[in-house]
């Protein structure tokens, strides 16, 4: 590790050490966060009953695992994409890990340029995945702003044809009352109706004051804070 390190300190990459359970050793190379690690290599046998465990099978362990003194070198965490990417160095028949520095060193560049094609494509995927999610809440909030709209028209539609009834109704009214022989607290009644009638059409009528009644059109905000942006 030692001649790792001074070998990574020549190439100026900067080896970050963890601080915390759970974090990784990394090298920093050409900008991008390579993990790596030396572990030594763990043999694994099936394991052999004894006689008094052939009695309780289920109970003893299905290997035995010994240090094989064999040391390796591993980038651990290359790209899911990069099957081909080269991970380990380890001792074997012929040759040692001291000896793999150099191609070691290699398939670290390799590994950070995979590392930074990987990133990039990501951050690309995560542009396109926001603007797609900004696009669609645009379309939602302006296929609400026209239903909003269509609903809010109509209502206006309702009142004033509503209204138009009204004054229809106090007009007709008038006319039956004059063909009527009424006394006079009788005419007081009908002439009550009639002025509530007619203030009442007013009111529903959205043209009496129009400006009021298109405002909330125009700025759903000024009557639904919440609206504002």
């Not at 695992?65 to 380990?88: F, K, M, Q, V």
């Not at 160095?89 to 398939?107: K, L, M, S």
């Not at 542009?127 to 809440?137: D, G, H, S, T, Y």
Request: net charge negative; aromatic share 8%; with cysteine.
């Amino acid at each position: 590790m030692n001649a790792l390190f001074l070998a990574l300190e020549e190439q100026g990459y900067v080896v970050s050490w963890p601080k915390k359970d759970g974090e990784r050793l990394t090298v920093n190379v050409e900008g991008e966060s390579v993990a790596l690690s030396m572990q030594e290599v763990i043999d694994s046998e099936p394991y052999v009953l004894t006689p008094a465990e052939e009695k309780h099978s289920w109970r003893a362990p299905k290997w035995d695992y010994t240090l094989s003194g064999r040391l390796r070198l591993s980038i651990d965490n290359p790209p899911h994409s990069s099957d081909r990417l080269r991970a380990t160095w380890a001792d074997g028949r012929v040759q040692i890990v001291e000896n793999c520095i150099g191609d070691f060193i290699v398939g670290l560049k390799v590994a950070a340029a995979a590392i930074k094609k990987n990133r990039l494509e990501r951050e690309a995927w995560d542009r396109r995945w926001e603007e797609e999610r900004k696009k669609k809440e645009e379309q939602q909030r302006r296929a609400e702003e026209h239903k909003r709209r269509a609903e809010f028209v109509t209502g206006l539609i309702e009142k004033w044809e509503q209204a138009k009834r009204v004054r229809t109704f106090v007009t007709a009214l008038t006319e039956a009352a004059s063909q009527m022989e009424l006394s006079d607290d009788k005419k007081c009644d009908i002439q009550q109706v009639l002025e509530w009638s007619e203030k009442y059409a007013d009111l529903l009528d959205p043209l009496t004051d129009l400006p009021e009644s298109i405002d909330e059109f125009v700025h759903p905000e000024l009557k639904y804070p919440w609206l504002k942006r």
